[in-house]
């Protein structure tokens, strides 16, 4: 099967829209969270992207014609060609995988206040498209004339790794050339929020906004909610040597499963996720002992930090540094995979492993990273989990 590489990124999120950038933050340390508040609902933190002129980059009239959702995908997607360069690669063999838990949340909300104030004759023509979960790849094909295999993965959190991991396949199988893939959620809604809210998976201001996000800390009692996207350029590797792109790592495994139990509770005993990240391993023809490094999925909730924690450790990657980089750009739900592949990439280009932030009293047995450390890792591995018990594991090789 051929092989694929990376050769572009583009990033929308807490710490702006410029990868380098939040390569910098991440490393160190830096939270991106704030208190906020919406209508009807008390102060949470959470991570909204940092202002930004999406018209500058889209254009008047396709902003228009987009939710947040899209414009966010769009203009990561805008970023992350510019940085590949020209691919030279006619638009039939170019697609996109673009993930989205949920959808148009802002044209959904704002279709049900015409319908209650104004009645069913002012509801927007565009909510229907706009609100699909569909709507970013939408964004992303249109703006970009690529008319390759598409995807829309929804499966909730752990849909931004399965974005990329689908995209991977259809490089690898012959079915594209050349592949946008990522993740981008903008669901800071107070529906939204008041749903997360009452499942008791928002963390609490008790410590501050900042310090609110604590993977695998003893104190974690919720996520921090965020918004954003991430979009990485997946190449066949001899084109991308042929044509001199920078290549920023290989994609060598991908691996799914699902635990098939709870609607919102993941498997305690962490063996779902064990089979996706050893799906992955063989996938990519490794061994545990092989990996250097696992940027977790850990969103600071106490039952699935835990249970990803157990995972590891069944799938051999008990000693492997690991750290969750949600403790700084936040949960980002449907592109969460994307942005913390985006992360992981770190490893490779800065040579350094990005720490797990407000860590005080671990209470899993895991070599986490505290601070940023120096690394040589020839291979990493970004994980991530859903709602409805979806697993999924993605293993990024340094480029040769």
Same mark, same amino acid.
């Given at each position: 099967?051929?092989?694929? #590489? %990376?050769?572009? =990124?583009?990033?929308? !999120? ?9 390569? &910098? ?24 992207? +940092? ?15 987009? &939710? ?14 510019? &940085? ?12 996109? +995988?673009? *993930? ?12 049900? &206040?015409? =319908? ?7 509801? !927007?023509?565009?909510? %229907? ?31 931004? +790794?399965?974005? %990329?991991?689908? /995209?991977?396949?259809? $490089?690898?199988?012959?079915? /594209?050339?050349?592949?946008? /893939? ?9 529906? %939204? ?10 963390? +609490? =201001? ?26 990485? #350029? ?12 920078? $290549? ?25 996720? /064990? ?30 930090? *835990? ?14 540094? #690991? ?15 994307? @942005?913390?592949? $985006? ?49 999924? *594991?993605? @293993? ?5």
């Amino acid at each position: 099967m051929r092989r694929v #590489v %990376i050769t572009g =990124l583009g990033i929308v !999120s807490g710490f702006g829209n410029e990868v380098d950038g939040f390569w &910098d933050a991440i490393l160190a340390g830096r939270s991106a969270a704030r208190e906020l508040v919406l209508p009807g609902l008390p102060p949470v933190p959470a991570v909204t992207v +940092s202002p930004f002129d999406a018209e500058v980059v889209l254009g008047r009239r396709e902003v228009k014609r987009m &939710d947040r959702v899209g414009t966010y995908a769009a203009t990561a997607a805008a970023a992350a060609l510019v &940085d590949a360069g020209d691919l030279g690669i006619d638009g039939s063999r170019v697609g996109a +995988s673009i *993930a989205c838990a949920h959808g148009g949340a802002t044209t959904l909300m704002e279709a049900q &206040d015409a =319908l209650r104030e104004r009645g069913a004759d002012r509801v !927007s023509p565009f909510t %229907i498209p706009l609100a699909l979960t569909n709507s970013p790849v939408a964004a992303v094909t249109r703006l970009h004339g690529l008319h390759g295999p598409t995807s829309a993965p929804a499966t909730a959190c752990a849909a931004g +790794s399965d974005a %990329i991991g689908w /995209a991977f396949e259809r $490089i690898r199988l012959g079915r /594209a050339d050349a592949m946008l /893939a990522g993740g981008a959620e903008a669901a800071l809604v107070p529906p %939204i929020l008041a749903g997360y809210l009452k499942l008791g998976a928002v963390a +609490s =201001l008790a410590r501050g906004a900042e310090r609110a996000s604590r993977p695998f800390d003893a104190a974690r009692d919720g996520f921090v909610m965020a918004e954003g996207a991430g979009v990485l #350029v997946l190449e066949e590797l001899d084109h991308a040597r042929a044509r001199g792109a920078r $290549i920023y790592a290989e994609v060598v495994g991908y691996g799914q499963a699902c635990d098939a139990g709870h609607l919102t509770s993941p498997d305690e005993t962490g063996t779902g996720p /064990a089979r996706a990240i050893t799906a992955a391993l063989a996938d990519a023809g490794l061994e545990a002992s092989a990996i250097g490094y696992v940027n977790a999925h850990a969103t600071s909730t106490p039952v699935g930090d *835990a249970a990803e924690a157990l995972a590891f450790g069944l799938a051999g990657l008990g000693d492997t540094p #690991v750290s969750s980089t949600k403790g700084q750009h936040g949960h980002t739900l449907g592109a969460a995979g994307a @942005i913390e592949a $985006i992360a992981t990439l770190a490893c490779f280009v800065r040579n350094e492993l990005p720490p797990n932030a407000n860590l005080v009293e671990p209470d899993v047995d895991l070599n986490l990273v505290r601070t940023a450390q120096p690394t040589t890792a020839d291979y990493v591995m970004s994980t991530g989990f859903g709602f409805g018990g979806h697993d999924s *594991a993605l @293993i990024f090789q340094r480029a040769g």
